[in-house]
């Protein structure tokens, strides 16, 4: 247990904890713009395009008479469950939205951090014989069997 909370201890001292509650936090923040958005936004812009059907009050009661229930609340006050299959629809479109964001800023911010100047490849080392690749560290060949001059096996 003494373990355990040292290594909370070292989680925490690190700053990880702090990055990742300020993470969750401007998190939050972002999903309430983006549920913003596509309530205040975009649902009353697709709702005009599909005749006025509003996406979140689309439900299925489950005593299955359609007929009966105008909105979600009528059928909750009837007392008759609901399957709320507009409101997932609806969760589904914010995740979307939240995703296609996300990736755009991290698009954006891949541009705007300076990329990481790439170490030269190193030349495959070839035996002076059959031309064939080996490794660094051979004596031998090991596709033709050519005792390897010495000054090649040494590396600087």
């Known amino acids: 247990m003494k373990k355990l909370f040292n290594e909370f201890k070292n989680f ?5 904890i702090l990055e990742l509650a300020t ?7 972002f999903s309430s713009i983006v549920t913003s958005l596509v309530n205040d936004m975009l ?5 005009l395009l599909t005749g006025g059907v509003d996406l ?3 439900f299925i009661p489950l005593d299955f008479q359609f007929d009966q ?3 979600i609340d009528a059928a909750k006050a009837a007392g008759v469950g609901t399957l709320n299959y507009g409101a997932f629809l609806q969760a589904i479109f ?5 995703a296609f ?3 755009m800023l991290v698009k954006a911010m891949a541009k705007l951090m300076p990329k990481k100047e790439e170490e030269p490849k190193k030349e ?7 031309k064939m690749v080996i490794d660094d560290e051979a004596v031998k060949c090991p596709h033709c069997a050519s005792e390897l001059p010495v000054a090649e096996t040494a590396e600087a």
């Open 23 to 29: 993470g969750v936090m401007i998190g939050g923040a």
């Open 43 to 47: 649902m009353p812009v697709i709702g």
């Open 101 to 103: 964001c996300i990736f």
């Open 69 to 71: 229930y105008a909105t």
């Open 124 to 130: 495959d080392r070839k035996c002076p014989y059959c």
């Open 12 to 16: 925490c001292s690190k700053g990880n």
């Open 94 to 98: 914010n995740f979307l939205i939240i």
């Open 56 to 58: 979140s009050g689309l």
